[in-house]
């Protein structure tokens, strides 16, 4: 057996060796001199080693009593590993190294200035796909593997984009992890290209020439009149789809031709660029004017521009305004939101500024310094202009081959 001077007077060899003491224990010498307690056992048919410490941070004596604990496991049927790890997750749960406690800071940290779309998509990716995997391990125990495992088993469930929406959140967290010193590495950034993503398709958009076809063709649709106006409001204005669809009474001053997008229902931004987003100003022609005074009845009395079918304490559902494209025969040729596309080219092409569209469509500058800086409305121009492209939808709707049809409002 081994004594306190013979394991100090242990030299090193050119190879590591192993000096036993008794029932399996036994000192590790490496050949740089680092001398460590271990423990080889065998648990389940398979071979472990089990450390206990470096001398003489870890004494013999102290060794022994460690050694005499993990056998007292293994008589019991225990894993003295597994039951080490255990005890080692429940006091980093204490400290909040565990994933589902490094989420809860990184989100908490961001969800007031985000929009309830980013915080329903990171919460969905968080509740359905990564804390039941992740959930009370120690950030620093998550692997490679572990979490390509779960982006191949969502990919196999949602589709590799899902998987990759949920990689970006991962990212995000392990980033936050590192911030906070938890760990030196994010794995999530790791498995870039960890599977073929399909190239992001631009959203179809229209020509001019092939507008009026369009429009009769809503004219045209057997469906719900409220739908209608949502597409023609969505001309009208061009705003994105999800700020049409909840759109409210409330944030319409029609005596003043202006409609006002709460700065919370605005698209945000990305982590990279900037994380803030104003209120919208939306001037209202006299053709929105019109149609929603025409809507207000048919809305009956709902918060909601456009209710739910089902309840009019909710707005029309995501995918109401794609299914009515496809209904028509244009699920390839348009999309909702490229409606924006549609116009923007065109109000370029007969030559209106582009800070004038830029704003009207509330998107940021990419120059970051600009965009500081830059804080101009150009609401009495955007007014013009939107008229204009209001006067503009009618010429197309009584162009040579629509006449004989009536204006929208």
């Known amino acids: 057996m081994l004594t306190k001077r013979s394991v100090e007077k242990e030299a090193p060899s050119s190879e590591p060796k192993k000096v036993p003491d008794a029932k399996g224990l036994y000192l590790f010498v490496t050949p740089q001199g680092s001398k460590s307690w271990r423990y080889d056992y ?3 048919g398979k071979r472990r080693t089990m450390t206990f410490g470096l001398f003489p941070a870890v004494t013999l004596d102290e060794a022994r009593n460690l050694h005499f604990a993990a056998r007292s496991m293994l008589s019991e049927g225990r894993d003295p590993m597994a039951v080490r790890k255990v005890g080692k997750s429940e006091r980093l749960i204490g400290l909040g190294n565990t994933f589902d406690k490094v989420w809860t800071g990184w989100f908490d940290s961001k969800k007031e200035r985000r929009s309830e779309v980013w915080r329903q998509g990171h919460q969905l990716n968080f509740t359905r796909d990564l804390s039941p995997a992740f959930g009370n391990i120690p950030l620093a125990d998550i692997t490679t593997e572990a979490l390509l495992g ?8 949602s589709g590799v984009k899902t998987a990759e929406r949920v990689r970006q959140t991962a990212i995000q ?21 960890w599977a073929e993503i399909p190239a992001k398709r631009n ?4 020509k001019e020439s092939e507008i009026p076809a369009f429009l009769d063709a809503v004219d045209a649709y057997p469906g719900y009149l409220t739908t209608r106006y ?8 061009f705003v994105r789809k999800g700020e049409l669809r909840e759109a409210k009474w409330s944030e319409f001053d029609l005596e003043n ?6 700065a919370e229902r605005m698209k945000m931004l990305t982590e990279h660029k900037a994380n803030r987003h104003n209120a919208h100003d939306v001037p209202l022609s006299r053709q929105a004017i019109q149609l929603l005074e025409e809507l207000r009845p048919i ?7 456009f209710p739910g079918n089902s309840s009019l304490e909710k707005p029309i559902a995501k995918s109401t305004l794609n299914v009515m494209f496809g209904r028509m025969g244009y699920s390839k040729a348009l999309t909702p939101h490229g409606i924006r596309a549609t116009v923007s080219t065109i109000l370029n092409e007969r030559g209106y500024r582009g800070d004038l569209i830029e704003r009207q469509l509330a998107h940021v500058d990419s120059n970051g310094t600009r965009a500081a800086y830059n804080h101009a409305k150009y609401l009495d121009e955007r007014r013009e202009m939107m008229q204009a492209w209001a ?8 162009a040579p081959q629509n006449k004989g049809t009536e204006q929208w409002a």
């Open 299 to 305: 809305s009956a009395g709902s918060e909601y521009l």
């Open 230 to 237: 949502a597409v023609q409001l969505l001309f009208l204005t």
């Open 203 to 206: 959203h179809a958009w229209l």
């Open 173 to 193: 967290v392990f980033d936050y992890g590192r911030r906070k010193l938890k760990i030196t590495a994010n794995v999530a950034r790791a498995l870039t290209g």
């Open 150 to 157: 779960v982006l191949e088993k969502v990919a196999k469930r």
């Open 42 to 44: 065998r648990f389940g």
């Open 257 to 262: 031709a202006i409609w006002v997008v709460p």
């Open 391 to 398: 006067d503009i939808l009618d010429e197309l709707r009584l």
